[in-house]
């Protein structure tokens, strides 16, 4: 309920957000906050010592995603810019293709790529779930 208000707040009042002095600092200065709680707990030695075929998993997923995503803003006619963020967010989530689009300068993808990336955690969670039934 309050993505969809502060979707709707952004979208209809949207001078008035642009406005807004130091938005744009303390938003990066939030993601990065979320950024190392996220990062402190992860060992990147004992991830490979213990799981290296994970990582084998995670760059097969990270590849099919790239040429899967830049094949359909091809036909699309999708811009780099747009296919490069969307792809981050499929990877990383819709905080870090934010962070992306806010380090390099690309500010109106900002806010539709935190729409479509926390739309598409909607979706994955429903569609998982529906797996998960499926192959108990």
């Known amino acids: 309920m309050l993505t969809t208000i502060t979707a709707l707040a952004v979208t209809f009042f949207s ?3 642009e406005n807004i002095n130091g938005a744009q600092e303390i938003g990066t200065y939030l993601i990065y906050i979320f950024f190392v ?5 992860a060992s990147l030695p004992l ?3 213990n799981a290296p075929l994970l990582l084998v998993f995670m760059g097969i ?3 099919f995603n790239m040429i ?3 094949t359909a803003g091809k036909v699309f006619k999708f811009s780099l810019e747009e296919m490069i963020v969307a792809s981050n967010a499929n990877i990383g989530g819709p905080t870090t293709a934010a962070a992306f689009a806010i ?3 690309w500010t109106k993808l900002i806010a539709p790529i935190m729409l479509v990336g926390t739309l598409g955690y909607i979706i994955g969670n429903y569609l998982g779930s529906m797996v998960y039934y499926f192959l108990q």
Do not use: E, M, N
Request: hydrophobic letters at 65%; proline letters at 5%; aromatic letters at 16%.
């Open 15 to 17: 001078r008035f957000f």
């Open 37 to 41: 709680v996220i990062g402190v707990p």
């Open 47 to 49: 991830l490979i010592s």
């Open 61 to 63: 997923i990270v590849l």
């Open 68 to 70: 899967v995503t830049f």
């Open 103 to 105: 380090a390099k300068g």
